[in-house]
């Protein structure tokens, strides 16, 4: 966790921890998912913003800030097949997590037990 407990005490009373990684384990040690009805709590006087889905506050905002930022990448990928746009993007190649079977995020394989095979092995075949 990139934030642990004893941190907390180094923060002054009333700081906010915002945990935008909740959903995939978050990022602090005292993190605990919340929801947008009871978005907060307080541990050692820092209060946490934990909301898996922030972006659901603002639907309509959101989703076409969204709509913006990936439909650039998914005309790309439309226009060169999904290969060919990940080995120019190197970017958009972060973004593949699996492929036929292989996981190729290295840590998310290693916390699960599965075999890992490198992105660059993907668009190398």
């Known amino acids: 966790k990139l934030v642990r407990r004893e941190h907390l005490a180094?923060?002054?009373?009333?700081?906010?921890l915002v945990d935008v990684s909740i959903d995939q384990g978050g990022c602090f040690e005292t993190s605990r998912p919340t929801t947008h009805a009871d978005p907060t709590y307080v541990v050692d006087d820092v209060v946490h913003y934990c909301v898996a889905n922030m972006p659901g506050a603002v639907a309509r905002t959101s989703t076409y800030a969204l709509n913006n930022v990936t439909l650039p990448h998914a005309l790309r990928i439309a226009r060169l097949g999904w290969k060919e746009a990940m080995r120019r993007d190197p970017h958009l190649a972060e973004g593949l997590n699996v492929h036929a079977g292989s996981v190729t995020y290295e840590a998310v394989a290693r916390e699960l037990g599965y075999d890992y095979l490198p992105v660059a092995e993907v668009l190398a075949q």
């Open 10 to 16: 180094r923060m002054k009373p009333g700081s906010v």
